[in-house]
């Protein structure tokens, strides 16, 4: 599952010199919650967010009157306030690359971009200046999305959560005993184990029933910790 697959291509941008009034109204019309910052020739040279937006706007507790707010905002433009070290990454990056980025770095969305031909290799967390080809942008939305489908969340089944023995081959016991018994498993998931002699597995499975489930994997597994019908 890679970035490009995954982004919202050819993004909505905005340009530096754009009064940072009509930039709120603009991402309120296309709900949308940030905006790449381009120049001229396209290149990427900042990123603005609504909440930068909204930090530079006057409060709603200000003495000034409406003509007074309306002359301040059109004159604060969005390169005022935009972030201009931008974090940015590649449409070949795994998905889950962007996640940590995002994460570590405590942004909600980061502009995709396409390496020029005579850039240097670099790791997945480009500088921006070195690849000003904006082709799309990638939020917390689009993780929630892929994490639903990671999870099988919309889909019908049995769901399970349980304690795996450590060793190679137990997931690949269970996988195969689930479908020797009929069992489509939909989702497979593993998470760290309570200590190093197990690991966490979430399992979401079709075509078995609650009870079929828990009786194929309850001997090969540590513990139950969850099952339900979703």
Not at 83 to 94: A, G, L, N
Not at 116 to 127: G, M
Not at 182 to 188: M, N, R, S, T, W
Request: proline share 6%.
């Amino acid at each position: 599952m890679l970035v490009g697959k995954r982004m919202t291509p050819n993004p909505i941008t905005i340009k530096p010199d754009v009064p940072i009034a009509e930039a709120l109204e603009w991402m309120r019309r296309e709900k949308v919650r940030r905006f790449p910052v381009v120049d001229e020739d396209g290149k990427l040279i900042g990123i603005v967010a609504r909440s930068d937006l909204l930090h530079a706007a006057p409060s709603s507790v200000t003495s000034l009157n409406v003509w007074e707010i309306t002359y301040l905002l059109s004159q604060v433009k969005v390169e005022e306030v935009m972030t201009k070290e931008v974090i940015t990454i590649c449409e070949d990056c795994p998905i889950e690359e962007a996640a940590c980025i995002m994460a570590d770095n405590k942004v909600g969305g980061l502009p995709v971009v396409r390496e020029r031909a005579d850039a240097a290799p670099s790791d997945a967390a480009i500088p921006m200046a070195r690849h000003p080809m904006v082709v799309g942008i990638i939020t917390e939305s689009d993780l929630f999305k892929a994490f639903l489908e990671v999870f099988g969340a919309r889909e019908k089944g049995v769901r399970m959560t349980i304690l795996a023995p450590y060793f190679k081959g137990s997931l690949a016991q269970i996988s195969s005993a689930i479908t020797e018994h009929g069992g489509l498993i939909v989702a497979l998931n593993v998470f760290l184990g309570e200590d190093p002699s197990n690991w966490g597995c979430v399992l979401k499975v079709s075509d078995i029933s609650k009870d079929q489930l828990v009786e194929i994997v309850e001997p090969l597994a540590v513990e139950i910790l969850d099952v339900r019908e979703i």
